[in-house]
């Protein structure tokens, strides 16, 4: 069974740019969540889908944005990038509702210059 | 919302000797409690994970108790290994998943 597939790996942009970052989770799991990795404030949770419908969201703001599709691939977008948006975004899926056993991506590595 | 405060920050041991990750959490709504490894570079990876209808949980050289009470969990790993360096997040689950910030382990060999 293939693993959770994050695309793209890496990604420079300018500040003020918005970037799309995808995911595709494990077949079958229909949990995708989305978090954000940085040295200093470690995995921050962004957002987490299941059956298309956003179920929970962290403190982040409104520049942050995700979906999911009926086939549980999911995109975040982030708007108005700042430089503080430089990150590891890592996804991770999960078989159902409630975020147990989740496994992650390789994540996307984002630098915004 | 759910805190999860893990400690020490960074941990560094002799291959051989044994290892203690302490997390503490806010929540008393959670009940499932995974542990990860992230290796340099690498996604994070499910290395054991305990609910909170079990007292401990042993997989190998890891093992992992949560005291409910004290509303705190541990990861112990026995005869460390080189390989076993790599940050080690814990996290606390009600819904979702809130992480601890990570810590650093390195096994001298």
């Known amino acids: 069974k293939a693993g959770v597939t994050q695309t793209p790996r890496y990604l420079i942009k300018t500040r003020g740019q918005q970037v799309t970052l995808s995911c595709s989770p494990i077949?079958?799991?229909?949990?995708v969540s989305w978090y954000q990795q940085t040295p200093g404030q470690g995995l921050q949770f962004l957002f987490e889908?299941?059956?298309?419908?956003?179920?929970n969201k962290g403190n982040f703001p409104g520049r942050f944005s995700g979906r999911q599709f009926s086939n549980s691939r999911s995109e975040m977008n982030v708007s108005t990038l700042e430089l503080g948006d430089s990150a590891l975004y890592l996804c991770?899926?999960?078989?159902?509702?409630?975020?147990?056993?989740?496994?992650f991506g390789q994540g996307t590595r984002l630098t915004v210059v | 919302g759910e805190n999860v405060e893990q400690h020490p920050s960074t941990l560094s041991v002799q291959e051989g000797d044994s290892a203690v990750i302490k997390c503490t959490y806010s929540?008393?709504?959670?009940?499932?409690f995974p542990w990860y490894k992230q290796e340099l570079g690498k996604r994070p990876q499910l290395i054991i994970d305990?609910?909170?209808?079990?007292g401990e949980k042993k997989d190998q050289r890891i093992a992992v108790t949560l005291n409910k009470t004290a509303k705190h969990f541990s990861l112990h790993i026995t005869e460390t290994q080189p390989e076993d360096s790599a940050v080690y997040f814990c996290?606390?689950?009600?819904?979702?998943?809130?992480f601890g910030q990570g810590t650093i382990l390195t096994v001298h060999p």
């Open positions: 991770a899926s999960s078989p159902g509702r409630r975020t147990t056993e989740a496994f």
């Open positions: 077949s079958g799991h229909r949990s």
């Open positions: 889908y299941f059956s298309e419908t956003q179920r």
């Open positions: 929540d008393s709504a959670s009940n499932y």
């Open positions: 305990i609910r909170s209808n079990v």
């Open positions: 996290a606390a689950s009600g819904g979702k998943l809130t």
